[in-house]
């Protein structure tokens, strides 16, 4: 048994690893080279290059479905812009948040004062805490008039904003620059993969929000072969990887819609599994084996990214006796209470059931209860561990018991 441990040590030690960059496989890592987003990443710097003239560069949104380069090429353009400015002495100001990650609109907020240093101005320190939302807004906007900012702001994941918090701080940016006056401006660039995210806004927020759009259509699984031919020259050690592994990722990522982020994960989950059996190169089954650990996984990974009342949705089918949907909805008001969470509608926990059971977690049948008619009785159809497992470091874990 030590000798095992020992030899797994050696090897790892000995370098003799099948990925040379493994930094260069992971979701962060944003390429140099974007191929195939020529005119998606060309529309967005000639729309941000009036900046260079002075003058506001129209908001802008960009939507495609998941893994489709919308964060790559708008953090590789805005990188680019960055650079540029600093070169050319001229002011520009860019901040790029994902709402998702940050949390809250509040959360938001907070971040983007952070970053402009508003929170710890000289002389007099802002308390940005206990500022109201609409306050918070007026801080950061007043700011940026005062300062006369360019400022550019990107919101990733800025569906995740609005489902939580509404439309008023987008409303509020992108109407800010009527009142700006000479000076500062504000560009807002959202991101979503929701292709439903603008039926969502106010119709005000919507037209000023989409002055210009970029939509990112999914890759072929031939351009998904090529991105990772291009991944895989950075990452693997020479002929470390076989061209039909590589073939075989893209095949496999590209059926359902071509996904870059799917098709890099395979890899880098292939070339882990060929790494632990010592195998010298990763071959195609590798990649079915990877596959296979990966749609294992999947619940495990949905359930832990899952929105809170999607969260509190699974945990009310676990508790409710019966699954009956009034009892799941009485159950889930009766958990938002001790979870301190606004009590949604019972029409829309309805629709997040019917998510869930899109995305596999749950089941509905119609049961027939004799003289009350027919319900709807819903199931969970992943294993409680994996639940109580991918809730573990979550708040509400504790509503489970
Ligand atoms: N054209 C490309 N060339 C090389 N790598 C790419 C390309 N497009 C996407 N990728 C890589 O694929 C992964 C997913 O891309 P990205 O994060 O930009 O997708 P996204 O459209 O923002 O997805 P989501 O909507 O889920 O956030 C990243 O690792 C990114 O570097
Ligand atoms: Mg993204």
Redo the contacts with the bound molecule.
């Keep these: 048994m030590s000798f095992d441990v020992d030899n797994i040590f050696d090897k790892a030690a000995s370098g003799s690893s099948l990925v040379k960059n493994r930094q260069a496989l992971t ?1 962060d ?3 140099e ?5 020529d005119e998606e990443a060309k529309t967005l710097a000639q729309v941000l290059s009036t900046v260079f003239k002075g003058a506001r560069p129209s908001n802008l949104l960009l939507f ?10 708008a953090k590789n353009v805005v990188d680019r812009l960055q650079k540029k400015s600093n070169e050319l002495k001229i002011d520009v100001t860019v901040i790029f948040i994902n709402a998702k990650t940050a949390g809250s609109a509040y959360k938001v907020l907070y971040e983007v004062a952070e970053e402009l240093g508003i929170n710890k101005e000289q002389g007099k320190q802002v308390h940005f805490t206990g500022l109201s939302m609409g306050e918070a807004t007026d801080r950061i906007l007043q700011y940026i008039q005062k300062k006369k900012l360019h400022f550019i702001l990107v919101v ?2 800025i569906d995740s904003l609005v489902d939580k918090s509404g439309d008023d701080i987008l409303y509020n940016f992108t109407r800010a620059n009527q009142r700006m006056g000479k000076g500062g401006f504000v560009t807002l660039i959202g ?1 979503s ?1 929701s292709l439903t995210f603008k039926d969502k806004l106010d119709p005000r927020v919507r037209s000023s929000l989409s002055e210009e759009e970029v939509v ?1 259509n999914p890759y072929t699984v031939n351009q998904l072969r090529q ?1 990772l031919q ?2 895989s020259k950075l990452a693997f050690s020479d002929s470390a990887i076989s061209d039909a592994a590589i073939n075989l990722c893209a095949a496999m990522a590209g059926r359902e819609h071509g996904d ?2 799917k098709a ?1 994960d395979l890899l880098r989950v292939a070339a882990e599994l060929a790494e632990r059996e010592g195998a010298p190169k990763v071959d195609e089954n590798h990649v079915r084996a990877g596959q296979d650990r990966i749609e294992k996984d999947a619940p495990f990974v949905v359930v832990k990214n899952a929105p809170a009342h999607h969260k509190l949705v699974i945990i009310a089918v676990i508790k409710s006796k019966s699954g009956i949907t009034g009892d799941v909805y009485d159950t889930y008001l009766a958990l938002c209470k001790r979870a301190e969470q606004k009590q949604l509608t019972q029409r829309r926990v309805t629709q997040i059931i019917s998510e869930l059971e899109l995305l596999g977690l749950v089941s509905t049948d119609i049961v027939n209860q004799g003289r009350y008619g027919r319900s709807q009785k819903i199931k969970i159809t992943i294993p409680p561990t994996t639940i109580s497992e991918a809730l573990k470091e979550d708040s509400l874990a504790s509503l489970i018991d």
């Excluded at 080279?33 to 987003?37: D, G």
């Excluded at 495609?64 to 090429?73: D, L």
């Design positions: 979701i890592y944003v390429p080279k974007l191929p195939f987003r495609g479905k998941p893994g489709t380069g919308k964060t790559a090429v990733d994941e991101i993969n990112f991105i291009e991944r870059a982020r890099i």
